[in-house]
């Protein structure tokens, strides 16, 4: 019933932005903890944004400064602005939905950065 659809991926040039997208279907969204995840080819996934349903949003070092982002309650939607992108930021992302015992993930989107 809670479906994650990301959108937004694709080639940019080191130095360029991405904004990615993911929305959620159901009647939950509002009250969950989103989060933003990357797995690069051969490297684990990893968490690179956190958004609380109350309170602040946390970033990974990696990202911290380049990265923003956010959610937007009424579309059921968050959102990861990519600015100043490094090759190193090539991987598949991905969202997820924390509500209770929910843990759902989307199907992922690729983000490929050219130097």
């Known amino acids: 019933q809670v479906r994650l659809v990301e959108s937004g991926g694709g080639l940019v040039q080191a130095g360029g932005s991405l904004r990615l997208s993911c929305a959620a279907s159901g009647t939950i969204f509002s009250l969950s903890d989103m989060g933003w995840y990357r797995q690069a080819p051969g490297k684990q996934r990893e968490l690179i944004a956190s958004?609380?349903?109350?309170?602040?949003?946390n970033y990974a070092d990696s990202v911290k400064g380049r990265f923003t982002s956010s959610r937007d309650n009424a579309k059921k939607t968050v959102y990861l602005q990519m600015n100043d992108l490094k090759p190193e930021d090539t991987a598949d992302y991905y969202c997820?939905?924390?509500?209770?015992?929910?843990?759902?993930w989307g199907q992922g989107t690729q983000v490929t950065v050219s130097s």
């Open positions: 958004i609380p349903s109350g309170g602040s949003t």
């Open positions: 997820n939905l924390k509500f209770s015992r929910l843990d759902i």
